[in-house]
């Protein structure tokens, strides 16, 4: 479903963030991308959802090469995307409900759909009682599951995940890490950056290994690994 | 489209509000920009008025020798009426010269009574021109080059006033074109300002629009309520230059008045207030959503 093939990025010539990289993610998958800090994780992602263009190689996804798809079209494909990150980017004059709301309502959702999903969403992440309150007044894990039912708001077929859990305390990742495992079962591909080993081993899923722009482990049911 | 339109204006005004304090310094600053231009226009009109009063007092009189018959002349007037220079023509006979020169020197007796020694009327009949504007007066005066003119005109006073017309004629030009420029200048200088502080607004925000293309939206629905908040500022702008400045023109306007007679600019201003009012809110407005239109630009990359 999805591939990169042969793909690097250089952001100046002593900085190559990923070289020659080659994957193949299937739909309904959870991957997990693994990788000290600065090992190429978050530059993987961020090629994938098109916030950065490769230097050289390609990304398909169904068929399709990313890398082509014209600015004005970027819209509409980063719909078909869910996506979550460490920093939440929620947005902050907004509620929780509004925040949710604003992703149903770029795509011209109905009124009435928007409301309908947007208290199924909070409802899902268990937030309903948060809707009126605004980032400010929510804690970490709240932000990011309020950002996980935004990511959810377009029914996307990937959920993107970086380092979801890299600003929460232990409790509240592992209800994150729940969250992602639930919305793989109900069918999404999850594609899950983390640092953290004890995610990464309690989670007995697909681990693919980073280390200084290249992959160096690709396991079906991987381990942390020390490097 | 009329949904996308709603969500558009809605989030626009809601983030008008929940940003208010930065809102109001932005219609502040708009404020004192409409305040500023409308000023200057105002000035302008006050300038209008003064150069318009100081060229109504120039004009030329062209004498006619004493046996003229009085046709002749209102022929000629005629003639000089249908110039498109001309703004008016006043024919003074004989007669009523006489009647004006014993009016302005009646206290004079040696006139009056060197006067009344002269069994007939030496004053001659002539025509008071006015121009349309103080740099035609030359036009107006080659008329008379043509036809008979030269047998039976006596003098034109312009041949003695011309340099004084001439300097009056560069003075009122002057004072227009700087009063121009300067409106120019400072106009320019106040949408300068307007737009880097609706550029601060929008460079405040800048973590959000990428957010908001993350997510999805494309570039008008992120550009659009900036763009409601700019037109929002300037409406707001707009409303508090007029109320701001109606009890300012009513408490100043007979000051000036007093210091320049035949000026009234709070009538000016009564007048027109519709119209002011129509200008300024397009003024505010434009500023608004072109300041938000240009300055969003470089934060909708991809």
Sequence with gaps: MIEFKQVSKIYSPNCQALDGINLVISENEFVSIAGRSGAGKSTLIKLFIREELPSHGRIFWKGQDICQIKDNHLPIWRRRIGMIFQDFRLLNEKTAYENIAFAMEVSGREEDEVERDTSQLLKLVGLLDRAEHFPSQLSGGEKQRIAIARALAHRPEVLVADEPTGNLDLLHTWEIVKLLIKINELGTTVILSTHDREIINGLDKRVVTLEKGRIIKDDEKGKYILF | ?302
């Design chain 2, 1 to 302: 489209m009329f949904t996308t339109l709603f969500r558009i204006t809605k989030a626009g005004c809601l983030n008008f509000w929940r940003n208010r304090w930065l809102s109001s310094v932005a219609y502040i600053i708009m404020t004192l920009a409409i305040f500023g231009i409308t000023s200057l226009l105002l000035v302008n009109v006050l300038i209008g008025s003064l150069t318009a009063n100081l060229e109504d007092k120039i004009d030329v009189s062209v004498y006619f020798n004493l046996d003229v018959p009085e046709e002749e002349i209102l022929k000629a007037r005629s003639d000089l009426v249908r110039l498109a220079e001309v703004r008016s023509v006043e024919y003074v006979s004989t007669e009523n010269a006489l009647k004006e020169f014993k009016e302005k020197h009646k206290d004079n007796v040696v006139l009056m009574q060197s006067l009344e020694e002269l069994d007939s009327n030496p004053l001659e009949a002539s025509l008071n021109i006015k121009a349309q504007q103080a740099s035609q007066y030359e036009t107006i005066v080659s008329f008379f080059d043509q036809g008979n003119y030269n047998e039976i005109i006596d003098k034109i006073n312009y041949m003695e006033n011309k340099a004084v017309i001439a300097r009056l004629a560069s003075i009122t030009r002057g004072i227009r074109q700087i009063g121009f420029i300067v409106l120019l200048v400072l106009a320019v200088l106040a949408v300068l300002v307007t737009f880097n502080t609706i550029r601060l607004t929008i460079y405040s925000a800048r973590r959000e629009i990428k957010v908001m293309k993350l997510v999805g939206a494309d570039n008008w629905f992120v550009r659009g309520p900036f763009i409601v908040e700019g037109v929002i500022y300037g409406l707001i702008a707009a409303v508090i230059t007029l109320f701001v400045m109606y009890p300012l023109l009513w408490y100043l306007s007979p000051k000036i008045t007093a210091y320049l007679p035949g000026t009234d600019l709070f009538y000016f201003f009564q007048k027109n207030i519709i119209s002011l009012f129509l200008l300024q809110i397009g003024i505010g407005v434009f500023l608004g959503a072109i300041s938000s239109y240009v300055a969003i630009r470089r934060y909708l990359t991809a």
